[in-house]
């Protein structure tokens, strides 16, 4: 079974600095998406960012882009000039079979 | 559109007992999911369905069954509530295939305490 590790449970980070949230994965599978999900306090799921396996190129999203590195199963999630709504909890999720990190804890320091 | 919604956003169950926690859609999506998330935990696929009549178990099926008699509706069924069931329930649809770029679009979730 695939499984999806953030080996970080909690990040902080100053305000307008950058941060960096890991997530590696097991897969044999080379047709797959990678989604990094947002989860402020209200619960609610946003999707911040998307990855396509098959795409080299590593996406982008405005403040948030990624660092896709297939061979080494690595999908990291960056995020500059962080703000104050950026603290949440963020997800790492392997879109074949829907599995989801543990999960990250970032904290935004004013 | 409301998107998805679910009801009800947080219940006290006694164990033994049932409950069904409902989860609807008006985008006409085809794919829907229930993901259970326990504390400090990601999320979990219970069960997803493909279309209405049509669904199968995820990750961690056990203690829950579900039904699509509509494309807009998709309730989770618990029979015998049991504390490991404690648990914040999400609902997710998705227009195309479950393994495609489709972003899922999640319900607000439902907060089960089973005591």
């Known amino acids: 079974a695939q499984t999806v590790t953030q080996s970080q449970p909690e990040m902080s980070v100053q305000e307008a600095e950058t941060v960096t949230l890991s997530c590696t994965y097991d897969t044999s599978e080379s047709d797959y998406y990678l989604f990094w999900y947002k989860q402020p306090p209200s619960r609610q799921m946003i999707l911040v960012i998307r990855?396509?396996?098959?795409?080299?190129q590593n996406a982008t999203e405005n403040r948030f882009s990624v660092n896709f590195q297939k061979a080494a199963k690595s999908f990291s999630l960056k995020i500059s000039d962080s703000q104050l709504g950026d603290a949440a909890m963020y997800f790492c999720a392997y879109i074949r079979d829907m599995r989801f990190g543990a999960g990250t804890r970032l904290t935004v320091k004013p | 559109n409301a998107g998805v919604t679910q009801t009800p956003k947080f219940r006290i169950l006694k164990i033994g007992q049932s409950m069904t926690l409902q989860c609807t859609q008006d985008m006409n999506h085809n794919y829907m999911y229930w993901y259970r998330q326990d504390p400090g935990m990601g999320l979990k696929l219970i069960y997803y369905s493909v279309g209405a009549g049509i669904t199968d178990k995820g990750e961690v099926p056990n203690g829950y069954n579900v039904s699509r008699s509509t494309t807009e509706d998709f309730p989770l069924r618990l029979e015998l509530a049991a504390p490991s069931q404690t648990s914040v329930y999400f609902c997710a649809s998705t227009t195309g295939r479950a393994t495609s770029q489709e972003t899922q679009y999640f319900g607000p979730g439902t907060r089960l305490l089973v005591l």
């Open positions: 990855q396509e396996a098959y795409k080299q």
